[in-house]
Nanobody, 122 residues
């Protein structure tokens, strides 16, 4: 079991920015695909962003493309999500995902953390 720890969520005004962080204790972190999924109340968990181990393959959902940026620091075993131009529709619990690429981009990562809440006010 991999216990991921997310941080950085909180209240934000529409149009504002947030930076989410995730620490992963996975012994294979260096080779793992990492990313983010989110779940809004009453909705299914959905894919947000993914980055491969070399950071040369990155994918975003259409809804966050050009507004969010995913990055990772393999030495620190951390992955980040820079959120800009936040919209009310971005309000959700954001979960860090760890593991293999296909499940991650399908919104069902092999491992995920407890999540961090992002609340957006108009």
């Amino acid at each position: 079991q991999v216990e991921l720890v997310e941080s950085g969520g909180g209240p934000v005004q529409a149009g504002g920015s947030l930076r989410l962080s995730c620490a992963s204790p996975s012994p294979s972190f260096y080779f793992d695909a990492m990313g983010w999924v989110r779940q809004a109340p009453g909705q299914e968990r959905e894919f947000v962003a993914a980055i491969n181990w070399k950071s040369d393959l990155i994918r975003y959902s259409d809804s966050v493309e050009a507004r969010f940026k995913v990055s990772r620091d393999n030495a620190k075993k951390q992955v980040y999500l820079e959120m800009t131009k936040i919209e009310p529709e971005d309000a959700a619990v954001y979960y860090c995902g760890d593991g293999t690429w296909d499940p991650l981009v399908a919104g069902t990562p092999d491992y995920w953390g407890q999540g961090t809440q992002v609340t957006v006010s108009a």
